[in-house]
C-alpha cells in the first residue's frame, strides 16, 4: 500500500510491461492519487500522512520535552546533504530495474518498523536493516525530520514536482516586514521569510510558518 511501489516499478513497467516483484496494481493507483494530489496541493503527504513524518515530529516532541541536544548543519552543509534524497532515489530505481525486486524494501527503514518483521520474523538478514532504521532515528534526534530532509527517495520525487505544483506557500513582499517569525518552527528549516515568492519545494506543506 506504498505509493513510492509506483515509482521503484516504472522502469520496468515502461520498458516491458511488467511489475517488479510485491508490486500490484493498487500501488500504481496510490502512485497517481499521490501524483495528482502533489500536483494540485503541493507535498501535503510528507507533512499530513506520511506514518513515518509522525515519527520523527515524535521524537522531535521528545527530544524538546527532555531538552536533549542538537545539531543545526550550516546552510552550506545542509544544502549539500539534501542532495542524498536524490543519491538515494536514483540507486533504487537502478537496482530495482536490475534486479525486477522490491529491492529496496530490504533496507527502508519505514517497512523495517512498520511491518514488525524484526519481531515477529527475526533472521541474520533484518541486521542491515535495523542498523538502518537505529541510525535514522538517532539522526532524527538530533536533526528535525533528518530522513525527510537528507535520505528519502519519495520526499526527492515530491520536492522535483512541486516545481509545477499549482499551490505552493508563497510570501508576499508588499506586506512582510521582515520579521522571520515564520522560519521558526519550519520543521524542515526553510527559510520562508526569504522566499522569491515561492517556498522551495522542499516544503512538506504542514502550514506552520502561514499559521
Avoid at 61 to 72: A, I, M, Q
Wanted: positive net charge; contains cysteine; charged residues 15%.
Amino acid at each position: 500500500l506504498c505509493p513510492f511501489g509506483a515509482v521503484e516499478t516504472l522502469p520496468t513497467l515502461l520498458t516491458s510491461g511488467n511489475f517488479i516483484t510485491k508490486i500490484h496494481q493498487s500501488n500504481i493507483v496510490l502512485g497517481l492519487a499521490v501524483l495528482v494530489a502533489t500536483l494540485l496541493v503541493g507535498n501535503t503527504f510528507c507533512g499530513w500522512i506520511c506514518p513515518f513524518g509522525a515519527l520523527q515530529d515524535g521524537i522531535t516532541w521528545v527530544r524538546r520535552t527532555l531538552r536533549l541536544p542538537t545539531w543545526t548543519p550550516s546552510k552550506r552543509v545542509d544544502a549539500v546533504l539534501r542532495y542524498g534524497r536524490y543519491v538515494v532515489l536514483g540507486l533504487v530505481l537502478v537496482m530495482s530495474f536490475t534486479t525486477a525486486k522490491l529491492w529496496f524494501g530490504d533496507y527502508d527503514p519505514y517497512v523495517t518498523l512498520f511491518s514488525l518483521h524484526w519481531i515477529f520474523e527475526p533472521s541474520t538478514e533484518l541486521i542491515v536493516a535495523l542498523v538502518i532504521l537505529v541510525l535514522v532515528v538517532v539522526a532524527s534526534v538530533l536533526v528535525e525530520r533528518a530522513w525527510c530532509r537528507y535520505l528519502c527517495p519519495l520526499g526527492g520525487v515530491f520536492a522535483l514536482l512541486g516545481h509545477v505544483s499549482f499551490l505552493r506557500i508563497r510570501r508576499s513582499e508588499k506586506t512582510c516586514s521582515d520579521c522571520t517569525l515564520c522560519d521558526r518552527p519550519c520543521p524542515v528549516e526553510l527559510d520562508v521569510s526569504k522566499a522569491k515568492p515561492f517556498v522551495s519545494t522542499d516544503c512538506i506543506g504542514c502550514m506552520d510558518c502561514v499559521a
